[in-house]
């Protein structure tokens, strides 16, 4: 919580970090370090800190080394989102066993 009765940008950033971690997860299976490459977040109104913050997270692009999403944030029960995020994960190459 900050000042002023928001939420923390941090917390938000966290929150569509681990939405798109997990979508993509969910899309590709476990992969050890599919990693966070890029992250960005346009704040665009003041959430409440009264309010649970949701997120709405999709994948635009699933390839085989990048996988792009995007997340939109809101304040529970409010129509309009809080904060936009794209964000871009690489995924390791896999080993072929070549038994």
Known sequence: ?????TVSGPVMMTT???????AIL???????LAVTTNLTINFLRKP???KDI???CSLIKVGRTLVVGEVELYSDGEAEPVAHVIGTYAIPPTKVNND
């Open 16 to 22: 569509a970090d681990v939405a798109l971690y997990v």
């Open 48 to 50: 409440s800190a009264q």
């Open 1 to 5: 919580m900050r000042p002023g009765g």
């Open 26 to 32: 969910g899309e590709i299976g476990l992969v050890p």
């Open 54 to 56: 949701i997120g709405k």
